[in-house]
T-cell receptor
């Protein structure tokens, strides 16, 4: 089955700086890669996703890059703000398959 | 209106008891899920239903039994609760293939 590794497990960034979280996956059949943000006491919420026919996708301060050959994908947050502090999860699944395999999460702290 | 709602939000119970968690979605989605998040925040799928039919059943003790009375509801019943069942349980829903929307979670504490 799919195995998703995520690094780092914790990340502290000065407000205004950029944050990068990296994930690798094992199953070459995976082609859907969402990123979720989980705030304290809440459920995970999708912030951005990418499919394997695309190498990069941006949405305002958030971007995701995908390298299918190396089987890794990354989340980039620019101009970080205090409200970006949360736990971030990457995930992977084969297209047409509802089963998401999640990474182990990254606790991002933005230092004012 | 809350898209995916779970009840109760907190559940504290003794070992050996039986308990249920309810989930409802008002998004018109066909597929619903149960996930378990342990104390280290690791999020793992337990079950998935599509149009009331079980499609994903991970390696979960058979003390856990999901029930889907209709497309909008997926409940989780747990028999003979054990200490290791303590976790946060999340319900989610999606179209057959699409973004999964999560509920706020049910924190289960088994004493």
């Amino acid at each position: 089955g799919e195995n998703v590794e995520q690094h780092p497990s914790t990340l502290s960034v000065q407000e205004g700086d950029s944050a990068v979280i990296k994930c690798t996956y094992s199953d070459s059949a995976s082609n859907y890669f969402p990123w979720y943000k989980q705030e304290l006491g809440k459920g995970p919420q999708l912030i951005i996703d990418i499919r394997s026919n695309v190498g990069e996708k941006k949405d305002q301060r958030i971007a995701v890059t995908l390298n299918k050959t190396a089987k890794h994908f990354s989340l980039h947050i620019t101009e970080t703000q205090p409200e970006d502090s949360a736990v971030y999860f990457c995930a992977a699944s084969p297209f047409g398959n509802e089963k998401l395999t999640f990474g182990t999460g990254t606790r991002l702290t933005i230092i004012p | 209106d809350t898209a995916v709602s779970q009840t109760p939000k907190y559940l504290v119970t003794q070992m050996g008891n039986d308990k249920s968690i309810k989930c409802e979605q008002n998004l018109g989605h066909d597929t619903m899920y149960w996930y378990k998040q342990d104390s280290k925040k690791f999020l793992k799928i337990m079950f998935s239903y599509n149009n009331k039919e079980l499609i994903i059943n991970e390696t979960v003790p058979n003390r856990f039994s999901p029930k889907s009375p209709d497309k909008a509801h997926l409940n989780l019943h747990i028999n003979s609760l054990e200490l290791g069942d303590s976790a946060v349980y999340f319900c989610a829903s999606s179209r057959k293939v699409g973004i999964q929307y999560f509920g706020a979670g049910t924190r289960l504490s088994v004493l």
